[in-house]
């Protein structure tokens, strides 16, 4: 049995499998580990391991999400997983956040915040721009009417809702439905 | 649909959400280390809005589907 403890291993191994990630430059969902065997990954006898201590951790990191997939040959890292890694690492050189004073508390974000990549917010500024130009026409209440629920239709339709995705609840809205 | 949420930033190694901080108005910068008050474990703060961003997609797609359903099931009350 190794003589580090639990988490010392746990460390070790999300460390690992983070530095193996991004030595080839991809995202965490493109690579799979193996841990069935001792000789599937040199790092365990390299870091005076056994199997039963890598499935060990192992499983702890699956409980706590570090790492998902199938035990013990088709393992990936999460995000969380791959977040403690990089903490790891940085905290050999880098000093935190700490001031002659203490204050204990919650973190706020106080900037804007970008979630996701690729969203579809110009979608959404594109119909905004087109409903309000709608309302403003030259045109009979009915005929700006009949103009929106033809919008509306070619939203609903299947092969175009999948391109509008999430943002469609919001498109809907603009339209009045 | 819920309009909002709130999400809690928590420490990688013990998911605490509590930090020790220089004050409390301290605004955290990318490349920061934060020290959690319970474990004592440094976390890298950009790691740390990776994984809430994570979550707040993945609530946001939640969300956008259960509006979709609803919206649906309207459409085909109002064209049956």
Known sequence: ?177 | MEEMTTLELRCLFCKSTEFILPDEDYILESGDQVVCANCGNSNDYDSLMRVANEKAEKWIEEQAKKEFEKISKQFERMFK
Request: proline content about 2%; aromatic content about 8%; glycine content about 8%.
């Open chain 1, 1 to 177: 049995m190794s003589k580090l403890n639990r988490d010392e291993i746990i460390n070790l191994l999300l460390v690992h499998m983070n530095s193996e990630i991004e030595s080839q430059g991809v995202p965490i969902k493109n690579v799979v580990f193996n841990f069935t065997t001792e000789e599937s990954e040199s790092f365990i006898a390299d870091n005076g391991l056994s199997l039963e201590d890598i499935h060990k951790a192992i499983n702890i990191c699956i409980s706590r999400g570090y790492i998902s997939g199938h035990k013990y040959n088709w393992l990936s890292l999460t995000t969380e997983g791959q977040g403690r890694a990089i903490s790891i690492e940085q905290a050999e050189f880098k000093k935190p956040v700490l001031g002659s004073t203490v204050h204990i508390g919650t973190l706020n974000n106080h900037g804007a915040t970008q979630i996701g990549d690729g969203n579809t917010f110009n979608f959404e500024a594109v119909f905004n721009e087109i409903v309000n130009r709608l309302d403003s026409a030259e045109a009979s209440v009915e005929e700006i009417k009949e103009a929106k629920s033809l919008l509306g239709k070619f939203i609903e339709h299947p092969v175009t809702n999948t391109v509008f995705g999430a943002s469609l609840g919001i498109l809907f809205k603009q339209l009045g439905m």
